[in-house]
């Protein structure tokens, strides 16, 4: 029956079995790999069972792995041709690795997930039936609807983060919209013409444009090991301010202009009410109103400093021109 649907949805949307490309960002997962390999070749047979797909690789991209990943998927690989893995010089982070998961895939649509079994592989199956349904839909999002095996602060944390993105970013990033998105191969070339320092992924994609869809899922807690992003640690405040605050909005820059304002009223109607006391003789010497005068100035000028010092950072790491990720060696991949 499900065969019959999706050659119906794919007649009218006029797109094709598509060759699928998943990118695995990963670093030391050793735990969860040979699960993860196992639910996604289960998913993909089913997906070429409903002619979904006519074929498929899985490129993982390691990140410097400290631990037996690297060996256990070459393990996986031994009598299979749909394992590809890319091996970076050094740590360089999630999204770059994404990125060049996305320079090797060679895939009309491409998937790119974690590697930690929170978002399951199984709901690939929903993307694609949810692709092929329209001819126009270039992206889809998963979007969810629950995290288990997260604190409430954790969660708490995100929505405010969410909330800020999308009051002062120049672009909609849907909310609790993360990284597990199908994109066609149009959007990917897209994707890869941005040569920005510390690319922010879901920006980005948001960004790009064209029709994009969502589909809701409950995030499941990690199969195995522990989580290597800590609600408020230094990774994820860094990639929340100098990739998605300082690429996607000047608004920073704005609230510093805002903050000068303010100091220069403030300063005026000070002078206004000294020069009044003058005058008329009530003049008192002290240090009371000076002090306040002098901290708040001097707290508006360290702050707007610090705004304007993200955005200098962020051209000085640009007009370096350096790359974003620079590749070791690759396994079952022709070589970019």
């Not at 050094?90 to 999204?95: E, P």
């Not at 998937?111 to 930690?116: F, G, I, R, S, W």
């Not at 001097?298 to 974003?324: A, D, W």
């Amino acid at each position: 029956m499900a065969p019959s649907d999706n050659s119906s949805n794919q007649k009218s949307s006029g797109k094709n079995p598509v060759y699928l490309s998943i990118v695995f960002s990963f670093r030391n997962e050793e735990d969860v790999l040979a699960e993860l390999v196992r639910r996604t070749r289960a998913v993909m047979g089913e997906a070429a069972r409903k002619h979904l797909i006519k074929d498929h690789q899985m490129i993982f991209v390691n990140d410097a792995s400290s631990d037996n990943s690297l060996a256990l998927l070459l393990d996986l690989a031994v009598g299979h041709k749909d394992i590809g893995i890319v091996n970076m010089s050094r740590t360089f982070g999630v999204a770059p690795c994404v990125m060049a998961g996305l320079a090797y895939a060679k895939g009309d649509a491409v998937v790119y997930l974690d590697a930690d079994l929170q978002d399951p592989p199984e709901l690939i199956i929903k993307m694609l039936e949810e692709y092929f349904g329209d001819a126009e839909l270039e992206v889809v999002h998963t979007v969810r609807k629950s995290r288990q095996g997260e604190s409430k602060f954790k969660l708490l944390i995100s929505r405010a983060g969410y909330s800020i993105l999308n009051r002062f970013t120049n672009v909609l990033i849907p909310p609790e919209a993360g990284d597990f998105k199908l994109l066609s191969r149009r959007v990917v070339d897209h994707i890869l013409q941005f040569k920005e320092i510390r690319p922010f992924m879901r920006g980005i994609v948001a960004w790009v444009g064209f029709k994009q869809s969502f589909i809701p899922y409950n995030r499941e807690p990690r199969f195995a090991g522990k989580s290597k992003f800590f609600v408020l640690g230094r990774k994820v405040i860094s990639n929340f301010l100098n990739a998605a605050i300082v690429n996607f909005s000047s608004v920073p820059l704005q609230i510093a202009s805002f903050c000068g304002l303010s100091a220069i009223l403030v300063d005026v109607l000070v002078v206004i009410h000294a020069l009044f006391q003058k005058f008329t003789g009530q003049a008192v010497g002290g240090w009371t109103a000076l002090m306040i005068v002098i901290l708040f100035i001097g707290g508006v000028q360290l702050f707007c400093l610090g705004m304007i010092g993200l955005y200098l950072n962020s051209v000085h790491e640009q007009t370096k021109m350096r790359p974003n990720y620079i590749v070791s060696s690759t396994f079952g991949l022709k070589e970019k």
